[in-house]
């Protein structure tokens, strides 16, 4: 089923995108997804590239840029459950960092 995509309004199959990511094919945040087409997910990939962010088992500050270079670029209200997904994902993030310190 064809529908637009929120970021770049083209119509077409939507992707589930992970804005923190994968480790070995599994997303590191499985609740905190937004459907996009293949080439706004891909292009992610290329920002976390060109953003030095793209380790495959990235830190806890490397996601925090990651959700930064997300947010930036979704430029629309979250949903509640988004929402809901990022607290938890900056509370888990916040205490990484925390205990790191």
């Known amino acids: ?18 804005p923190t990511g ?7 945040h499985p609740k905190f997804t937004f459907d996009i087409c ?3 997910n891909r ?9 030095g962010i793209d380790a495959e088992i990235p830190t806890a500050e490397a996601l925090m840029r990651r959700l930064t270079t997300w947010l ?8 509640l459950h988004q929402h809901a997904a990022l607290v938890e994902v900056l509370a888990e993030l916040s205490d ?4 790191a310190a």
């Open 22 to 28: 994968r480790i070995h094919g599994r997303p590191i």
């Open 96 to 99: 990484r960092i925390a205990e």
């Open 43 to 51: 292009e992610q990939n290329t920002l976390w590239r060109m953003a």
């Open 72 to 79: 930036t670029v979704w430029d629309r209200a979250l949903d």
């Open 38 to 40: 293949g080439p706004c």
């Open 1 to 18: 089923m064809n529908v637009e995509c929120p970021l770049c309004s083209r119509p077409g199959r939507l992707e589930r995108h992970h």
